[in-house]
């Protein structure tokens, strides 16, 4: 199997989708106008989005899978990279950790970004004909939300597959979008079960192509060159004249984010970049097992596209603490002891909603980084939310029903419970030795049942110059693709 991006050229196939991009009016961006979209995106085209909604099912929403879209669900253009600084009144530490937001992508939440890079270069290579065959999703949430969604921009069928567990907002967005949802056994930790139902759809439905973000190397080089950019800028934008990026802290989910941090780290060599995970299911810290309730972190492997040499530290999170603190930030008794108690200002409690479960799980492992590295107010900790309480409304409700309504009491004691007391325990700082072993993990799942190679999991860990880094060389090929692609469908020009 093929390390990098195949990029050959299918032509028959490559026919039909241009044909079909014109009948539906598709115009694809390159990486260059999703990086920095306020000066390269064409004018003819800020100006149709000025009356479009965010959601809205039309293919110049495209142009908007990037960190830099206005806050507003119709109608905004461009603007900097969306994030957040968390006070250190909230957090306990001298870091400064910042947040970049996934609720002002389509759909809600980044992984429309990560959907796009496995999907686009088939496209405009041919690989998938988009007039004959669909685009499944396999996921434990928020990516096959992203993947349907863009097979609905650029016209071609979809089949999202995620855990039967997942919040009900999920499955009814989905029900509307997707043109089929299937849903495997268990939740968020079942990633096998998930990886079996594409196997068996592989097997018996010809017309099905898997789009699987676990090992698409389009979900790294979009990570890569999107992500990891917009950080920086975020950075450069607060960091002051003494102020050090000192890490990047994020959920593992499907590996894909991680290559924000191979972007971070050329820049910022001295940075350090750490994995979350739940306590529940202790993949990196323990080889995985059990279940968990931080939605969208699929654990029990490694995903194939996590650069596991370049990972300093994995930590693992109570999911019993980022579910009292999805309540903490989003009841009004909680929100009453943030402002009274905490003294955080009515804005800075709103920002808090920006935050879903793994959202939260991300904060608590960039406070425990900042604790064990004892980082200074000179140290900015980066992190991701990569959807916000709007996917967890159900999950809310839930806990009303299960365990009363929340009062003040029970707001104290989470805060002191699951943030003032958080500590340096359940986290592992990676030798040589121990990355070795999270990366040979990566055999049972892709050598031993997805049916890799042997040769192909050593060259990611003793060539990256053959593998990861050999990806990010790929991007000017792939926007050059996409630049010839929309020359042929001529629609920009019309426009």
């Known amino acids: 199997m093929l390390k990098l991006i195949d990029l050959s050229i299918a032509s028959k196939n490559l026919e039909r989708n241009i044909q079909k991009a014109k009948e539906n009016g598709v115009i694809i961006p390159n990486f260059a106008q999703m990086r920095d979209p306020a000066q390269n995106v064409p004018e003819k085209v800020k100006e149709k989005l000025r ?8 293919p110049l929403n495209l142009f908007r899978i990037t960190w830099k879209n206005e806050r507003t669900l119709k109608g905004g253009l461009y603007g900097k990279p969306n994030f957040i ?8 530490v001298k870091a400064r950790i910042i947040c970049m937001i996934g609720k002002y992508f389509p759909t809600g939440c980044h992984k429309v970004g990560a959907s796009f890079g496995c999907l686009v270069p088939r496209l405009v290579t041919g690989q998938f004909d988009t007039s004959s065959q669909k685009a499944v999703w396999p996921s434990t949430g928020n990516y ?3 993947g349907a969604f863009n097979s609905k921009l650029l016209a071609c069928e979809s089949v999202a597959i995620l855990p039967e567990g997942m919040s009900r907002e999920r499955f009814d967005w989905l029900n509307e979008i997707a043109g089929e949802v299937i849903a495997t056994p268990g939740t968020e930790s079942n990633v096998k079960e998930i990886f079996d139902k594409t196997n068996e759809i592989r097997a018996t439905r010809k017309d099905c192509v898997i789009f699987n973000q676990f090992e698409e190397m389009g979900n790294y080089m979009w990570h890569y060159n999107v992500t990891g950019y917009a950080i920086e800028e975020a950075f450069e934008s607060i960091k002051g004249e003494n102020g050090r990026f000192a890490a990047l802290c994020l959920s593992s989910g499907s590996g894909g984010t991680m290559a924000s941090g191979d972007y ?8 350090k970049i750490a994995v979350c995970e739940a306590l529940q299911c202790p993949t990196v810290l323990n080889n995985g097992f059990g279940d968990h309730r931080i939605e969208g972190i699929g654990d029990k492997h490694i995903p194939w596209v996590h650069n596991v040499r370049n990972t300093d530290m994995g930590i693992a999170i109570d999911d019993n603490d980022a579910m009292a603190l999805l309540r903490l930030f989003n009841e009004p008794a909680g929100k009453e002891y943030l402002k009274n108690e905490i003294g955080l200002t009515d804005g800075e409690i709103e920002d808090l909603s920006l935050m879903g479960i793994s959202g939260i799980a991300n904060m608590l492992g960039a406070i425990k980084l900042a604790k064990y590295y004892e980082l200074t107010e000179k140290d900015v900790v980066a992190t991701i939310l990569t959807d916000s309480v709007e996917m967890y409304m159900s999950r809310l409700e839930e806990m009303r029903v299960e365990d009363g309504e929340y009062n003040p009491t029970e707001a104290a004691a989470d805060y002191r419970a699951s943030l003032e007391k958080i500590r340096t325990d359940n986290l592992i700082e990676l030798t040589y030795a121990e990355r070795k072993r999270v990366h040979n993990l990566k055999y049972y799942t892709w050598v031993e049942q997805q049916g890799r190679e042997a040769d192909e999991l050593n060259d990611l860990w003793y060539a990256p110059e053959k593998t990861f880094e050999a990806v990010q060389q790929q991007t000017e090929q792939v926007n050059a693709l996409i630049n010839a692609f929309n020359e042929e469908t001529g629609l920009l020009k019309s426009l």
Do not use: A, F, M, V
């Open 85 to 92: 600084e968390l006070p250190s009144k909230l957090t306990g």
């Open 144 to 146: 096959c939300r992203g």
């Open 264 to 271: 971070l780290k050329q820049k910022y060599p001295y940075s």
């Open 51 to 58: 009356g479009i909604g965010l959601w809205d099912i039309n």
